[in-house]
């Protein structure tokens, strides 16, 4: 069978939601056996194969129709701007996008924002954020580690997800103002195809 008749599905390589898509796709019967380090990994029953992603590409390849299905937080689409139709939202990764500062920071009303630099792999949602709270604040844009950012100078505050809390706590961060709740949500690509349509109830039947 050639690589182009095999489904495609789409995790994040590491990071919050990898291992629970993992157990989904194992709780559907899915077979994936270690490959090392390799990014794409072909399922050992079906006719899969499973790429490993940053989340952040997850929608740029579904929506392409490079990837047939993709797990990824709402928080990334949102961020990115796509109406992917979604299959089903997930039981985990619910989380919240948050501004965060350090314990001992004056920072205690969205107000307080004002003229602060917040570092950020979400400068769409705050820009929006602050936008709607009227604060001009300056956004310190990262693509990752963004809660090392106050301790080294870089900025005031941050604005990023917060799951267990583990690793703002881990920063001496405290999560002071909600721009956005999350989880993961299953979604497909827009473009035709039989194979994707016939493998969609296994995702869909148990998670109604
Ligand atoms: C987020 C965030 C933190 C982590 C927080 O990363 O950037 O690294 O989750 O989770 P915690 O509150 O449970 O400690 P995510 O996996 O969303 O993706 P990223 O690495 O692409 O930022
Ligand atoms: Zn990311």
Not at 65 to 85: Q, S, T, W, Y
Not at 101 to 114: C, E, G
């Amino acid at each position: 069978m050639s690589t182009k008749q095999r489904l495609r599905i789409a995790i994040q390589k590491s990071g919050r939601l990898y291992q629970s898509s993992l157990d989904l796709l194992a709780a559907r019967g899915l077979i994936f056996l270690p490959n090392g380090r390799s990014l794409i990994n072909p399922c050992a029953n079906r006719p899969i194969d499973l790429l490993y992603l940053r989340d952040d590409d997850i929608p740029e390849y579904v929506e392409r129709g490079i990837a047939d299905l993709g797990i990824v937080g709402e928080n990334v689409l949102a961020e990115k701007g796509r109406m992917l139709p979604i299959v089903s939202r997930l039981d985990f990764g619910i989380c919240r996008l948050v501004i965060a500062a350090p314990q001992n920071s004056d920072i205690w009303r969205p107000q307080d924002l004002v003229g602060r630099r917040i570092a950020t792999s979400y400068p769409k949602l705050l820009a929006a954020y602050l936008e709607k709270e009227n604060v001009k604040a300056c956004i310190v844009p990262i693509s990752g580690s963004a809660e090392i950012t106050p301790r080294l100078g870089l900025a005031d505050a941050v604005c990023d997800i917060v799951q267990t809390g583990a690793t703002l706590k881990a920063h001496d961060l405290v999560p002071l103002f909600t721009v956005m709740e999350s989880q993961a949500v299953l979604v497909k690509s827009p473009t035709e195809s039989t194979r994707k349509e016939e493998f969609l109830p296994l995702f869909t039947k148990v998670l109604l």
